[in-house]
DNA sequence: CCACCACGTATCATTGATAGTTACATGATG
DNA sequence: CATCATGTAACTATCAATGATACGTGGTGG
């Protein structure tokens, strides 16, 4: 089934914006993830709204982060788009009145229901800043590795 | 994002069957899910490869089991769907040369891991037999439910 | 032995979500 | 005030599950 990336590619964005001075607009960030304008704006509308991230419209505008990666976490930014269905898989309803169907859906539910709640827990644990610690030791881990785009490392 | 309900369906259809004298048409069971007899017969095939049934052509043939339920696990029917994506969101891989968007999917990609992990192991202590008893719970529950397509009480 | 029944399977249409595109309005800057 | 950037509406594209039609194949039973 096809996957939900916005996630990913917000956590992406947003430790870039960390990195770099100034606005990003979303043409430069359409550019980083292999996409166009619009499909960026669409999705940092979510994150606009909850206030991580500013948008500044005319010359020198384009997208600045609002909150410092550390009160950030996986779980603010997946509320932020909307909190998408997790999983691919899940219970018919093709007869609700059928206690067979019930039954197997108890099971199915509660099982999904707990590795929901222990993947939103996770997500809740881990902040951006997390994410940009981890970038920093692959980047000094590898001295001075290609950058397929503009890879902002700590010095700014 | 559309979610699959192989699975719940199959658990569905299973517990029927076994609760079932003789074979179970894929027409019959195609009206039990709301559905049509070449879907059934499409997903059932799995099930069919990996021996939890058994199909029989010509005048009276149909769709038995070939396990008792007790043999057969949640997991052994995922694996026998063909292990589908579990989850609906994922990583991006729009820039797989970005050290951030490596770190961004290391970090997701492990908390799926650990989920899919702790749902596949679940799936795997639960048999069918836990769900039909799961049912008869309810059956004796209410005494006598409608029945929305045909049940089997415990009786044959 | 042959008519019928049920599975087996190829092929195409439908659905529902993200993703991509085009077009145009709005506001800010220099 | 020309230009740049966001804001948004309205399409189209894509992808996998699902639904539907058609036809082939093998058993069964009369």
Redesign the pocket.
């Known amino acids: 089934?096809?996957?939900?990336?916005?996630l990913s590619?917000m956590l992406h964005v947003l430790i870039h914006m960390s990195r770099h001075n100034g606005?990003?607009?979303?043409?430069q960030?359409s550019r980083m993830?292999?996409?166009?304008?619009?499909?960026v704006?669409?999705?940092?509308?979510g994150l606009?709204d909850k206030g991580y991230v500013r948008?500044?419209?005319?010359?020198?505008?384009?997208?600045v982060l609002d909150l410092p990666l550390t009160e950030i976490t996986l779980l603010d930014i997946h509320k932020a788009l909307?909190e998408?269905t997790l999983f691919a898989v899940g219970p018919?309803s093709?007869n609700p009145d059928c206690l067979v169907e019930q039954a197997v859906n108890a099971a199915l539910g509660q099982a999904f229901a707990d590795a929901e709640a222990q993947l939103l827990a996770r997500f809740g644990a881990v902040t951006l800043a997390d994410l940009a610690a981890d970038f920093d030791a692959r980047y000094r881990a590898l001295g001075s590795p290609p950058w397929p785009h503009e890879h902002y490392p700590a010095e700014d």
Chains 1, 2 share one sequence.
Do not use: C, Q, Y
């Not at 606005?23 to 043409?27: D, G, I, L, V």
């Not at 993830?33 to 499909?39: D, E, M, R």
């Not at 704006?41 to 509308?45: I, N, V």
């Open positions: 089934m096809r996957r939900d990336s916005r590619r606005p990003a607009t979303s043409e960030i993830l292999a996409t166009n304008p619009v499909v704006r669409r999705t940092m509308a606009r948008s500044e419209k005319g010359h020198g505008g384009g997208w909307g998408p018919a093709d």
